[in-house]
C-alpha cells in the first residue's frame, strides 16, 4: 500500500492557467507538507499543515494556495502559473504532535509541474 | 538561511568501496537526518541523529555528528550500485519543518 500518494505524477499545461495537485497519506499522520524541487535538485518548504491548520508559510506567491480537507489530504492549487513554477512538487507527511513525535518524514513520489 | 550544504556535490565510486558525504549548517539543530532519492523518486528517510548524540549506526550507514563545528558525515561502507542516487542532509530545530541541503550525486560502479 502506498504511504503519501500523489496525483497527477506529470502535469504539462500552459502559462496563466490554473491547476491543482492532490496529496494523500494513509500513514495517520497529522501534519503534512509541500515541498518544491527545482532543476538544481534544491528542495524547499512551501507549507505545512497540522491538523487542518496551517502553521508553516514560507515565502511563496500567493497564486498558490494549499488546502486540506482532513488530516490525512493536502492539495496544491496554483493560480495563473508561471514559467517559473516549472519544478517537482512532493507532499510529504510526519507525526508532528502528541508524546511520540517523529521527526522523519514520508516523502510522495513527486509530481513533475512543465509549463510552456 | 538554515539551509545546508553537502560535499561533495558529486561523488563517483567503484562497488566496495566506501562513500563518505559531508553535511554543514547555520543554526542551532534539534537532529539532523539524511534521505535518499532515486533518480525520479521522493526522498527516503535514512537515518536521524539528534543533537545530543555523536554517531549513530544503522546497517551499512554511519552517521556522525559535530555540533561544535555545525557539521555531520554519512559513510555507506561497502557500497553497492543500488546505492547509486541522491543524498540530503536536512535539519529540524524540532518544530514541524525540515531545511534541506543542496545534495551529493552518488554513483556507484558496478
Known amino acids: 500500500d502506498t504511504a503519501v500518494s500523489q496525483t497527477p505524477k506529470y502535469l504539462v499545461t500552459q502559462m496563466g492557467n490554473d491547476k491543482s495537485i492532490k496529496c494523500e497519506q494513509n500513514l495517520g499522520h497529522d501534519t503534512m507538507y509541500w515541498y518544491k524541487q527545482d532543476s538544481k535538485k534544491f528542495l524547499k518548504i512551501m507549507f505545512s499543515?497540522?491538523?487542518?491548520?496551517?502553521?508553516i508559510n514560507e515565502t511563496v506567491p500567493n497564486r498558490f494556495s494549499p488546502k486540506s480537507p482532513d488530516k490525512a489530504h493536502l492539495n496544491l492549487h496554483i493560480n495563473s502559473l508561471e514559467l517559473g513554477d516549472s519544478a517537482v512538487y512532493f507532499c510529504?507527511?510526519?507525526?508532528?504532535?502528541?508524546?511520540?513525535?517523529?521527526?522523519?518524514?514520508?516523502f510522495g513520489p513527486g509530481t513533475r509541474l512543465t509549463v510552456t | 538561511s538554515q539551509q545546508g550544504e553537502e560535499d561533495p556535490q558529486a561523488l563517483s565510486i567503484q562497488e566496495g568501496e566506501n562513500a563518505t558525504m559531508n553535511c554543514s549548517y547555520k543554526?542551532?539543530?534539534?537532529?539532523l537526518q539524511w534521505y535518499r532519492q532515486n533518480s525520479g523518486r521522493g526522498l527516503v528517510h535514512l537515518i536521524l541523529i539528534r543533537s545530543n548524540e555523536r554517531e549513530k549506526h544503522s546497517g551499512r550507514l554511519r552517521v556522525t555528528l559535530d555540533t561544535s563545528k555545525k557539521s555531520s558525515s554519512l559513510l555507506i561502507t561497502a557500497s553497492r550500485a543500488a546505492d547509486t542516487a541522491s543524498y540530503f542532509c536536512?535539519?529540524?530545530?524540532?518544530?514541524?519543518?525540515?531545511?534541506f541541503g543542496t545534495g551529493t550525486r552518488l554513483t556507484v560502479i558496478p
Open positions: 510529504a507527511s510526519s507525526q508532528g504532535v502528541g508524546e511520540v513525535k517523529i521527526y522523519e518524514q514520508y
Open positions: 536536512a535539519t529540524s530545530t524540532g518544530a514541524n519543518n525540515l531545511f
Open positions: 543554526t542551532s539543530i534539534n537532529n
Open positions: 499543515y497540522n491538523n487542518k491548520e496551517l502553521i
